[in-house]
């Protein structure tokens, strides 16, 4: 099912523009400008989370890239990609992608197994708690407060998924209402 959801997905984007004007021609005319508005406010920080994510994982990667091999491990690069990887998942992420390094540093020896393993556990927590609330708060125009709550209860309801979805969906939430707002003014903020 997930691979052939990639392939539909795929086909999907080949034609986006095509397909996305098919779907608006399924909505009553008097609606559809204004429906396509919405879509395009609420893409915004959807795509803003995911530039903020992919800033957040090349700066994961030049980090630990230069730790690691400061250190000694072997292959820096390829366990550097995988830590960036897995570090989209918030939280639990940046430990499962340190996993694979650590276990190759403890190979090589116990000092750069440890080693790598402190430099991941400080990295991470500098990064979880400092660095990702931040860039994200920058890219999404959210504050690193409700981001982190966001977090928190998103992960309590739903997991690593909803861990991994709850900025997206706290700035589309955002975006939608203060659409709803200026379409029809229930916040009164003027008074």
């Given at each position: 099912?997930?691979?052939?959801?990639?392939?539909?997905?795929?086909?999907?984007?080949?034609?986006?523009?095509?397909?996305?004007d098919?779907?608006?021609?399924?909505?009553?005319?008097?609606?559809?400008?204004?429906?396509?508005?919405?879509?395009?406010?609420?893409?915004?920080?959807?795509?803003?989370?995911?530039n903020g994510?992919?800033?957040d994982?090349?700066?994961?990667?030049?980090?630990t890239?230069?730790?690691?091999?400061?250190?000694?491990?072997?292959?820096?690069?390829l366990?550097?990609?995988?830590?960036?990887?897995?570090?989209?998942?918030?939280?639990a992420?940046?430990?499962?992608g340190?996993?694979?390094?650590?276990?190759?540093?403890?190979?090589?020896?116990?000092?750069?197994g440890?080693?790598?393993?402190?430099f991941i556990?400080?990295?991470?927590?500098?990064?979880?708690?400092?660095?990702?609330?931040?860039?994200?708060?920058k890219?999404?125009?959210?504050?690193?407060?409700?981001?982190?709550?966001?977090?928190?209860?998103?992960?309590?309801?739903?997991?690593i998924?909803?861990?991994?979805?709850?900025?997206p969906?706290?700035?589309?939430?955002?975006e939608?209402v203060?659409?709803?707002?200026?379409?029809y003014?229930?916040?009164?903020?003027d008074?």
């Amino acid at each position: 099912t997930f691979g052939i959801s990639l392939i539909i997905g795929f086909y999907l984007l080949l034609d986006f523009d095509k397909n996305a004007d098919t779907l608006y021609s399924l909505i009553p005319k008097r609606y559809r400008d204004e429906t396509k508005r919405l879509l395009t406010t609420i893409n915004r920080p959807l795509k803003k989370f995911v530039n903020g994510a992919l800033i957040d994982c090349s700066v994961i990667f030049v980090i630990t890239a230069i730790g690691f091999s400061i250190i000694g491990l072997k292959s820096p690069l390829l366990f550097a990609l995988f830590c960036a990887i897995t570090n989209v998942i918030p939280f639990a992420g940046p430990y499962i992608g340190g996993v694979p390094a650590v276990l190759v540093a403890l190979t090589q020896s116990t000092t750069i197994g440890i080693a790598v393993l402190i430099f991941i556990v400080v990295i991470q927590a500098l990064e979880g708690n400092l660095l990702q609330p931040l860039i994200m708060s920058k890219a999404t125009k959210l504050s690193p407060v409700t981001i982190i709550i966001g977090l928190l209860v998103f992960g309590h309801f739903f997991g690593i998924a909803g861990m991994v979805l709850s900025t997206p969906i706290i700035g589309a939430l955002k975006e939608l209402v203060n659409f709803l707002d200026d379409k029809y003014d229930f916040l009164n903020t003027d008074e």
